[in-house]
């Protein structure tokens, strides 16, 4: 590459980062999401009393955040390149199935019951990723269709294979260990499987130079392949995390539970969706972080859990969260436009 | 100037999608320092055009020829591989990007090794805000803020400076200034003249004849797909290329009814129901 540039009488471009902190702070996808956390877990923290607060009570919205959080970080990736994906919630039951009829059914080893469980996730996004990028139908579309279609083979061969459409399965120690435990008698160990999620999503969005593609994808689809972005690989590779993590959820949770049922898991589309939209990801896609993502997450489980240590009806909570949704979108459009009309004052006219 | 041997040219190139022929037997030569303009109105064919010479499209028939010699573009990368540079109508197009990380995409720049490489945000931002800064925009100076928050005459400047700055021969603009202000057209022309004085070549898109009179060297008029007139700077009038934009003499009839009309309506503009524009052919 060619650098015909010279830098000849170029002023000095470091400058003190001071006077810089709010529109820095302004520019992050985070900074609302942030504030509603905040918002949140101040609220419940006085209406829910030291129930609440305990360690217990942590774990309440901790747990169901870990479960949440991992489909809702891919999911959140795939947003912010402009995609959608609804079939997460077909993948879940399917991958739960899948493991529980290989290792619970047929009792053979745990391993090739989870390898086969997420081999599915990824064949399901693999399948997302080719229908998007072949034809040009919308992935909101795509995969509702793909959601329909893995959640009626689901149903139709457990109950064939099964004879029910609930499979049980008892993990060994060492599986149960790494998946399915609870740390201290109430943390989920999946907590920890999430903490791994946000760090390699966190590399693979803000640190690599891949999450640079992933923004030029959501920002602008044709530039992003004029400048020469594998946009088709991406898009396959995002809709195959996505399908993963949800695989991985699924496995997660047949891990717990110690049983697969066939409707679990339409609850984490919407879900994980308005996690994603609270974390202040563009629902049109080009803008988001995984930073903001953890704090959608973590506001969403608090309300979902919260409630039930207040003394308001549980019903209230899904009024808490619709609410809580219509105003992250406004504040975070607020907060996108002070990012974009900043513009910092100091040494702007040198 | 005439003598330059073209950089990029285009011999008897037809284009047609299907049935429908949109490019017909267009030759075109860009040489190096020197701004070719484009002119049309809607439709003539200016973005198959562009796409055709920025490796979108492949023509159907006719020779694309770079220094002399034949080539065929595998895509728009291939292209842009060789030095072809495309700038779209609103610059810099991903505009909740920062500048630094807008300008790098899909060439970003990497510190660490193998899987641990890491996208070099700060080497990244000084080089973009350098780069444009030598275009003489000197009000951006934060490589972290986005590209949203330019304005539009900044962006085109933005992604002209990119285009140079990964080493582009040849500049094709579309549309530069459509979008613009007066003030901020005249910044995007006279940062095409600071690309034409570094030696690009330079195709410039527009119906703004004013435009392309500012800092055109060579002028092609394109009408429905093909090239209707191919002239040097000052041998025709503004109100001539108008004219040949629209079509032929429409523009004049245009101009002498609505005076006609005035003339008997006591100074009233006709309604546009009343003019019975010909269709242009």
Redesign the interface.
Known sequence: ????????S??A???PQSG?ALG?LA?RPESGSFLGMIAVLLFFGVFGGSGFMSAAGAASWLNIASEIGIIALPIGLLMIAGELDISVGAVIPAASLTAAIISGHYGLPDWLGITAALGLGLAVGLLNGLLVTRTSIPSLIITIGTMFGTMGLTLGLTVKIAGSTGVSLVPDPFTKEILGDYLGGMFQVTILWWVVFVVGLFWLLH???I???I??LG??KE???????PTKRLSIGLFMLSGFSAAFVGVSEVMVYQSAQVLAGQSFIFNSIMCVVIGGV?LTG??GSVVGIVFGTLTFSIVNQGIYFTSLDPNVGSVIIGVLLLIAVLTNDTF?QL??????KK???? | MNDKPAILELKNVNKSFGPIDVLHDISLKVRAGEVLCLLGDNGAGKSTLIKTLAGVHKPTSGQILMDGQPVTFVGPSDAQGRGIATVHQFGGTFPLMSIGRSFFVGVEPTKGWGPFRIYDRKRANEIAVRAVRDFGITRIDDGDRLVGGLSGGERQSLAIARAVYFGARVLILDEPTAALGVKQASHVLRIVNEAKRRGLAVVFITHQVMHAMAVGDHFAVLIRGAIAADFRKGEKSREEITDLMAGGETMADLEAQVEGYMETHEGHPPSPQVLEVPAAH
């Open positions: 590459m060619a650098h015909p540039v010279t830098s000849t170029t002023p471009i470091d400058r810089l820095r520019r640190i690599s130079p999450g640079n593609w923004y030029a920002g602008d530039s992003a392949r004029n400048v020469g972005v563009l080009g803008f996108r990012a974009l009309s900043y513009s910092s040494g702007g006219r040198s």
